[in-house]
């Protein structure tokens, strides 16, 4: 379980550096400090080929503020 935990989380983290790096330079020069849930859900929608049982998982942990 870890290590697909850990795969995931690579595959993630890659994701978002492409979609970083997709963006326009204005886009990516605003900094936020705003992590609610809505964003977090709007930045894990923008997510290619992301499978319904990981999304779900995904939301869980960001409900969960420890985390």
Do not use: H, P
Request: include cysteine.
């Amino acid at each position: 379980m870890n290590e697909a935990l850990a795969a995931w989380a690579q595959v993630s983290f890659v994701r978002a550096d492409r979609l970083r790096r997709d963006r326009s330079a204005e886009a990516t020069s605003r900094v936020t400090s705003d992590c609610s849930l809505t964003k977090c859900a709007a930045a894990l929608d923008g997510l290619e080929d992301i499978s319904d049982d990981s999304y779900g998982k995904a939301l869980e942990k960001f409900k969960d503020s420890d985390w």
